[in-house]
T-cell receptor, first 111, second 114 residues
Framework: GIQVEQSPPDLILQEGANSTLRCNFS?????LQWFHQNPWGQLINLFY???GTKQNGRLSATTVATERYSLLYISSSQTTDSGVYFC?????????????FGAGTQVVVTP | DGGITQSPKYLFRKEGQNVTLSCEQN?????MYWYRQDPGQGLRLIYY???????QKGDIAEGYSVSREKKESFPLTVTSAQKNPTAFYLC?????????????FGAGSRLTVL
């Protein structure tokens, strides 16, 4: 099946700093989503972005499908940005609905 | 407000007992999913269902069973055949829009087997 690798595994930021999280995948995809999991376990969808660039406030994401990677940018980080960020993909060769998750990037934003 | 409700939030069971986790959604979503998360790891797909009375195995279906008798409900049973059932279980739902399949998650159920 498709492989999803996220980097870095851990990230410690001072409040106000910018950061970039990366997601590499091993096959063509027709679905790519970024999620944020808060310390209580709730997962929130940040972006649906199988290709192109999107922005939502201080967050933005870019997927270069031909090169099989996606980037999530966090600007002017806040303590509420802490948590785990997951990339999830659905391979074009897989049956509909099989979203595969990466291992995540644990982000800690310190005051 | 529309959303996904998982219950119970915390569950303790003795080894060898079957356990059923509830997942109900009022989003009118067609598809529903169950994922398992172990500490420090990503989510792994257990089962998913695209329509009522139909479901498919995910990557780690052994030791689990599901049913989809109603559009709103997708309960997961963790059977005694599941060797390491202690985990955080997440239910999700989605509805395709122009081919998109964006998942909405419930708050999760944390199962501990003693």
């Amino acid at each position: 099946g498709i492989q999803v690798e996220q980097s870095p595994p851990d990230l410690i930021l001072q409040e106000g700093a910018n950061s970039t999280l990366r997601c590499n995948f091993s096959d063509s995809v027709n679905n790519l989503q970024w999620f944020h999991q808060n310390p209580w376990g709730q997962l929130i969808n940040l972006f649906y972005i199988p290709s192109g660039t999107k922005q939502n406030g201080r967050l933005s994401a870019t997927t270069v499908a031909t090169e099989r990677y996606s980037l999530l940018y966090i600007s002017s980080s806040q303590t509420t940005d802490s948590g785990v960020y997951f990339c999830a993909v659905e391979a074009t060769t897989d049956s509909w609905g099989k979203l595969q998750f990466g291992a995540g990037t644990q982000v800690v934003v310190t005051p | 407000d529309g959303g996904i409700t998982q219950s119970p939030k915390y569950l303790f069971r003795k080894e060898g007992q079957n356990v059923t986790l509830s997942c109900e959604q009022n989003l009118n979503h067609d598809a529903m999913y169950w994922y398992r998360q172990d500490p420090g790891q990503g989510l792994r797909l257990i089962y998913y269902s695209q329509i009522v009375n139909d479901f498919q195995k995910g990557d780690i279906a052994e030791g689990y069973s599901v049913s989809r008798e109603k559009k709103e409900s997708f309960p997961l049973t963790v059977t005694s055949a599941q060797k390491n059932p202690t985990a955080f279980y997440l239910c999700a739902s989605s509805i395709p829009r122009s081919g998109a399949n964006v998942l909405t998650f419930g708050a999760g159920s944390r199962l501990t087997v003693l």
